[in-house]
């Protein structure tokens, strides 16, 4: 049971344009969620995170937005940049309520920023 | 500040062997997560430990196992190693209950 769900695999954008990348969750006991980054043979790299007491939160570029109704968040990237490119992991946890730090990962999307 | 760091960064055993890896958080941080990704499951939680004690566990065999010294570093074992074992084991640490984990590079292992 996929409790966190990436539907894109792969996703195109131009440079200079809007990547938006999805992702779905359907346990409603999650309260944090996370994005990461990841490049080939490293490991994951922190970009954002947002609590469920909030639906956006933004850093630079970066801007997540989380839809609890529909159990729905979305990582918007402004301007996208080849540097850019990379596989982005959607991540959940219940760890806001104290006791655990288990991240439930999506499958990942593969953005490529095309110059 | 410096990051997570994994020992070793390649390995390679063969089945029935076992095998451990070991990860120095970043300083101040005290709650460490084993994570095993494959390119069939993705990215999946294998334990975390805080304070020395393992607080939660997922879906996998007693094979792994892992443990957390007083100075937080943890290791990372798993015995009588099968082909599927073969995947890159991620280390992650944060300062706890509701804080982003940051992960290490990883350790490649390949069972042959």
């Known amino acids: 049971d996929q409790q966190v769900k990436q539907n894109s695999p792969s996703l195109s954008v131009q440079e200079g344009r809007i990547s938006i990348l999805n992702c779905d969750y359907t346990?409603?006991?999650?309260?944090?969620f996370l994005w990461y980054k990841k490049y080939p043979a490293e490991g994951p790299t922190f970009l954002i995170s947002?609590?469920?007491?909030?639906d956006k939160n933004e850093d630079g570029r970066f801007t997540v937005f989380l839809n609890k109704s529909a159990k729905h968040l979305s990582l918007h990237i402004v301007p996208s940049q080849p540097g850019d490119s990379a596989v982005y992991f959607c991540a959940a946890s219940t760890g806001s309520q104290g006791g655990s730090e288990k991240l439930v990962f999506g499958k990942g999307t593969k953005l490529t920023v095309n110059p | 500040k410096a990051g997570v760091t994994q020992t070793p960064r390649y390995l390679i055993k063969t089945r029935g062997q076992q095998v451990t890896l070991s990860c120095s958080p970043i300083?101040?941080?005290?709650?460490v997560s084993w994570y095993q990704q494959t390119p069939g499951q993705g990215l999946q939680f294998l334990f975390e430990?805080?304070?020395?004690?393992?607080?939660n566990k997922g879906n996998f065999p007693g094979r792994f196992s892992g443990r957390q010294f007083s100075n937080s570093r943890s290791e990372m074992n798993v015995s009588t190693l099968e082909l599927g074992d073969s995947a890159l084991y991620l280390c992650a640490s944060s300062l706890g209950a509701g804080s982003e984990q940051y992960f290490g590079p990883g350790t490649r292992l390949t069972v042959t």
């Open positions: 430990y805080f304070s020395e004690t393992q607080r």
């Open positions: 947002i609590s469920s007491i909030k």
């Open positions: 346990n409603s006991m999650f309260d944090y």
């Open positions: 300083s101040g941080h005290r709650s």
